[in-house]
């Protein structure tokens, strides 16, 4: 009898034991338990480790780039949940990207390699970071491809994981404030939400209107495109001049109108234009849209359901709080927010911005 409950409370004690160690398991957690196997770089794309693709020399993590690697920014930067970026493009040993008509044309095998990072405190940028995930993008014969790469809790390499997962992100803000962010990193398949153009995926940042503006090269700025054309990677850039630009929407020194309308183009334009899936709603945000009506200003929704919240119009001029477009910024809540995916907190400066923007209009 006595040994009978003895084991019964042995046996109560390692069930209490199992279900409060099964914590749900971080994407980095399950990655660092998967050992770094050895794999060869075969050309069979894609691999299924970061490290495979030799991008980067010396200790992963610190992201020091191959001899082969372009570096590049775009003028304005997309909005996600306050994350620094990284961004490179690999395009193939004695193959060259073209403009025609008024596009970079890529050759096939070009990759663009993505990092998304956090510093530990936003006022030491360059101290100590983790990074959360590499998204790739790779031109194969059948049109461009994505896969998201996972980092380890390590920091030594980054998994595919096509699947996405969620993570916390800690950080200390530019105010000295503490922050918690639960981090979403998409799945393959959600991608081709926003890198869509004409139901095919393609590219958002490296458009000529991002890239056409100088960036530091060295000790002095220089543009970025001339960069590419002097190493022999462009063709077709003329000049500056000749081709379109956008300016950096945090740039103060711009006019509100021209910083209001990169936001809008950078955050909102891959789907907001006569291209992308959100071409049947009529609302076009891209930097070169000049019709107001397209624009949204006293444009009523097409099908915005609840989105729409109790407002009428997309834009009300002189209105920022009765407008659809603000209303969405504003909101987290899923059918409600926009972007639909890539973010899970409200970006307070772009909000901002575009407020300032629509009580300017008239």
Known sequence: MIL??????????????????????TPEQAVAKLPVEEEN??????????STYSFFEGELNKLHQNSELLEYSP????????????????????SIAEIIDGEINFPE????IKNFYYPEDFRKPEDKKRIIETRLLILGSSGWEAYPYIWNEAQTDAQLKVVGGQ???????????????????????????????????????????????EKTEGASPKNQLIVWQEKGKLNGFESPLSHPSLINYEDKNQTLNLRARAYLDINCAHCHNAEGPAST?????????????????????????????????DILPGKPDESILLHRMKSTEVGVAMPEIGRTTVHEEGIQLIREWILSLK
């Not at 770089?41 to 970061?50: F, S």
């Not at 990284?86 to 395009?91: G, K, L, N």
């Open 281 to 313: 709603s009529g609302l076009f945000l891209d930097y070169e849209e000049t019709d107001p009506l397209k624009l949204g200003l006293n444009k009523t929704p097409v099908a915005a359901g609840k989105g729409a919240g109790k407002f009428t119009y």
């Open 167 to 213: 993570t916390k992100v800690k950080f200390t803000n530019l105010d000295g404030k503490e922050q918690v962010i639960d981090y979403l990193i998409p799945n393959k398949n959600q991608c081709k939400s926003c890198h869509n153009k004409n139901e095919q995926m393609a590219p958002i940042g490296a458009q000529i209107k991002h890239l056409n503006w």
């Open 109 to 112: 095998g070009t990759i663009f």
């Open 41 to 50: 770089a075969d050309g069979n794309l894609p691999y299924k480790w970061l």
């Open 75 to 94: 003028a304005s930067s997309l909005f996600t949940d306050y994350a620094f970026k990284s961004r490179f493009v690999s395009i193939p040993k004695d």
């Open 4 to 25: 009978n409950k003895f084991t019964s409370w042995i046996t109560f004690g390692i069930l209490l034991l199992a279900i409060f160690s099964c914590k749900k398991e």
